[in-house]
């Protein structure tokens, strides 16, 4: 059973904020990329935002500028602080342990259970 656990999700109005966060094993930690994609209805899950653990960082377009995404190696803990959220933002979100830092998913990608980002205008 892969261990990503994901927490913070919930509903805000728009313009708000909110933190998610993702906790997973040191061996996942160690050995992928760690980052974060969602999945609105009737829509193709998206990356969002991945991390390496030497710091690097990537966003998709939509969220640039909005999102940041965060690490607390010593704690195997990847956060998304989401800020100036949109009504199209509105998803379920997915911790993700890749081999690949990319935003595009494949087939050996890692997944949590996931956590419901819903967001009123």
């Known amino acids: 059973q892969v261990q990503l656990v994901e927490s913070g999700g919930g509903s805000v109005q728009s313009g708000g904020s909110l933190r998610l966060s993702c906790v997973t094993t040191?061996?996942?930690?160690?050995?992928?990329?760690m980052g974060w994609f969602r999945q609105a209805p009737g829509k193709e899950r998206e990356g969002v935002a991945m991390?390496?653990?030497?710091?690097?960082?990537t966003y998709a377009e939509s969220v640039k500028g909005r999102f940041t995404i965060s690490q607390d190696i010593t704690n195997n803990t990847v956060y998304l602080q989401m800020n100036a959220l949109k009504p199209e933002d509105t998803a379920m979100y997915y911790c993700?342990?890749?081999?690949?830092?990319?935003?595009?998913?494949?087939?050996?990608?890692?997944w949590g259970q996931g956590t419901q980002v819903t967001v009123s205008s």
């Open positions: 993700a342990a890749s081999k690949r830092y990319s935003l595009r998913p494949d087939e050996d990608t890692y």
């Open positions: 040191v061996y996942i930690y160690k050995n992928r990329f």
């Open positions: 991390i390496a653990d030497y710091g690097s960082t």
